[in-house]
């Protein structure tokens, strides 16, 4: 017996096309009792959202988010905005007892997070937030590895999430170099993702030191508004704005387990469109994967013969390994929009099994403690513990 969950998604954009893509996808290739019904997408320009609603194949559309969450015919809300629209969307889904489903990072800082998690608990809805790369199927299995004991103790996680779509002096003022709308640069848009993945691998922050810059102070601001700006591309005007995000943000950190991390964010690495790469050393082995090259985790293990030893590069595309049975047969690889579709079954699977999904706003919560923390201690010059 199926039952219909009716989504409303607010924003059309990058991070909407890849969530109405996951909603219609995820039933053709995974079998829940809960299904998601593409009832109604929000955004600001009508003509816009009323395109998007016809392509992406939503039932309907909405002007205002404040409408959207009213409907009674809602019952999850999906928030794709930017950054500082989340706490209020939120706050009024919880209140209208919608599940949610929130982007990454949850807030603009600590204070808005936890306030945004007791509205969920509160209200008891269920809650999620979209680090998307946990659901990479290699990424699932080097956490089956580490908790089957097969790397050993942690010792070291080393991060990198690198771009360049701005590294060009002339590139505008989107609304992700403006503090005000996204709370931060590099660190809340990629240190989030990395940080969330070294908390499900490796497990809790201590203490973290961190370094950011801004290389380009000034740029040129948007030509046209930033509503009919696109997700990563704009086109410049003339006159200049100042850039109130860090361009880059660096850091070191101790777990609570012992293990020592590094973390590197930045949008100024000419050629790394999108490069994110972990490696995690442990007492019985070593991990490493990198997202470009996304189905390939590889593997050492102090185990093999002393002969045989050496990285083995493991093609995460066989049924037995994690998400894979759904889609292909053997050997056939999947991609990044297939990471979102992974995130919308298991909020479907949650609602089945009447559970809440996971990451939850209590890893949206956590992960702000730690970018929260990293600024800190850039302030301060210093170490810095993240406090519980
Ligand atoms: C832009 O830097 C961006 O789209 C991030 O916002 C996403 O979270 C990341 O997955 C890819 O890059």
């Given at each position: 017996m199926s039952r219909k969950i009716n989504i409303g998604l607010v924003g059309y954009k990058f991070m909407g096309k890849a969530h109405s893509n996951a909603y219609r996808k995820m039933p053709m290739f995974f079998t829940t009792e809960s299904v998601p019904v593409l009832k109604a997408i929000c955004g600001r320009t009508e003509k816009a959202v009323a395109q998007a609603a016809k392509k992406f194949g939503w039932e309907s559309y909405e002007v205002s988010w404040e409408k959207l969450v009213e409907r009674k015919d809602i019952d999850l809300v999906d928030i794709t905005t930017p950054n500082a629209t989340h706490k209020d969307i939120v706050l009024a889904a919880a209140a209208e007892g919608k599940d949610i489903l929130c982007e990454k990072p949850l807030a603009m800082n600590l204070e808005q997070a936890k306030k945004m998690l007791k509205a969920v608990e509160d209200a008891s809805v269920k809650h999620m937030v979209c680090?998307?790369?946990?659901?990479?199927p290699a990424i699932s299995l080097a956490k089956r590895f580490i908790d089957e004991g097969r790397v050993g103790k942690i010792y070291h996680f080393r991060a990198l999430y690198l771009q360049d779509w701005i590294a060009d002096p002339q590139f505008p003022l989107v609304w992700r170099l403006r503090k005000e709308v996204a709370g931060s640069g590099a660190h809340g848009d990629l240190n989030s993702h990395i940080i969330d993945l070294a908390r499900y691998l490796v497990g809790e922050f201590d203490q973290v030191v961190g370094a950011q810059e801004t290389f380009i102070k000034e740029r040129p601001k948007l030509k046209v508004s930033e509503e009919l700006a696109s997700g990563l591309t704009a086109e410049a005007g003339e006159e200049m704005g100042e850039v109130t995000v860090d361009d880059a943000t660096l850091f070191l950190a101790r777990f609570k387990n012992g293990a020592l991390g590094s973390f590197e964010a930045t949008r100024f690495a000419p050629g790394r469109r999108n490069c994110q790469r972990i490696e995690i050393n442990g007492s019985k082995g070593s991990l490493l994967f990198e997202l470009e090259d996304m189905n390939k985790l590889w593997f050492y293990s102090c185990d093999d013969a002393e002969d045989a030893q050496g990285f083995r590069r493991i093609q995460v595309t066989e049924p037995i390994h994690p998400y894979i049975d759904a889609w292909w047969p053997p050997g056939h690889i999947i991609g990044y929009e297939h990471t979102f579709v992974h995130v919308v079954y298991d909020f479907m699977k949650a609602i089945d099994e009447e559970k809440n999904p996971s990451p939850s706003f209590i890893d949206g919560v956590e992960c702000q403690r730690v970018l929260e923390a990293v600024e800190n201690s850039v302030q301060k010059g210093c170490w810095v513990k993240v406090k519980l």
């Open positions: 680090f998307n790369y946990r659901k990479v």
